[in-house]
């Protein structure tokens, strides 16, 4: 059963980068449904069975939470609009750059990087600069959805370094109906400003943001949730890696997406070096953990473009 989940959860990730990049929607009106819809979905529930936890709501929980739906919002509208400007594969492995993001930041924050850690950032560096030098070849489009797809990398790193600190006292179904619902909000000022419509699609195109919803929102990040109470961290994070070939092979198929061989080899060498980084990180929080130095559990594992 294990397995199957595994393979499901694989699959609803993995599907997210091609759906979206075929979805005749803009950008920011594909994020503002999903955040919508994912906030009904998995959090409204909790509206009613945690009335108590919202009304403790603190200063310091509202900030986390305002961080967190804030870079997610950013997040989001980066990575798609990426996907309309660069393959499904560059842009799916460019953001799933995140946890390298995290350690990164956790190094400016004063964290000590360990050997492994450098080793694999360094890997995935050069898959990156094999990735953008094609598509720089190819066009200045593709290059610039290649940039939006490291910053959405980047801004889910933040996005998941805030919501892992809003988790220390917020339970699940709250931490989503809140963040989901002010990311909404956000991203539906975002719509205002910019003047993208968030209706008058065809139905093709509603379509395609109730699947993504409901396949990467409740079928991949769920499904993941639930692998970590049977699971490692490390284990689902090395799972988890599979988007990036996972993405690659649905838009060959599906979207007929054919890329440079270089362009594969700049992918195998990300895929290689954030699995070594999570490794190293995971080594890391066991160590802190044997000398009693870390109080609360890690924080679950990055999904790659959400």
């Known amino acids: 059963m294990t397995v199957f989940l595994s393979i499901l959860g694989v699959i609803g990730v993995s599907a997210s980068g091609p759906i979206m990049a075929a979805t005749a929607a803009p950008a920011l009106a594909i994020a503002f449904w999903r955040n919508l819809l994912g906030a009904v979905l998995m959090g409204g529930p909790a509206a009613v069975s945690k009335r108590a936890e919202f009304a403790a709501l603190t ?9 967190a739906a804030a870079a997610l919002a950013l997040h989001f509208a980066c990575f798609i ?8 594969a560059a842009a799916t492995a ?7 993001w995290i350690a990164l930041f956790d190094a400016l924050l004063g964290s000590r990087a360990q050997g492994t850690v450098v080793a694999g950032l360094a890997v995935a560096f050069v898959g990156v600069v094999i ?27 933040i996005y998941q370094m805030a919501g892992a600190a809003a988790r220390r006292t917020l339970s699940t179904g709250t931490y989503t109906t809140l963040c989901y619902g002010a ?12 003047n993208q419509p968030i209706i008058g699609f065809t139905p093709a195109a509603w379509a395609g943001i109730l699947a993504v919803t409901l396949l990467a929102q409740i079928m991949g990040h769920s499904v993941f949730n639930h692998l970590l109470a049977v699971m490692s961290p490390l284990v689902v994070s090395m799972i988890i890696l599979l988007e990036i070939p996972g993405a690659a092979i649905l838009a060959a198929v599906f ?18 070096g954030l699995a070594v980084v999570i490794r190293g990180q995971q080594r890391r929080r066991s160590r802190r953990r044997t000398l009693g130095q870390e109080g609360i559990a ?3 594992p990055v999904l790659g473009g959400e």
């Open 81 to 88: 609009t990426a996907l309309k400007l660069t393959s499904v």
């Open 183 to 194: 990311c909404a909000v956000i991203l539906l000022g975002m719509c205002a400003v910019t």
């Open 131 to 157: 990735i953008t030098g094609f598509d720089l070849s190819l066009s200045r489009e593709a290059l610039l959805g290649d940039i939006l797809a490291l910053a959405g990398g980047a801004l889910a790193g």
């Open 94 to 100: 460019l953001v799933c750059l995140q946890v390298a």
């Open 255 to 272: 979207l007929g997406e054919k890329l440079p061989a270089g362009t594969y080899g700049g992918l195998a060498l990300i895929l290689v």
């Open 59 to 67: 200063r310091a929980d509202c900030r986390r939470l305002a961080i």
């Open 298 to 300: 890690a924080p679950p």
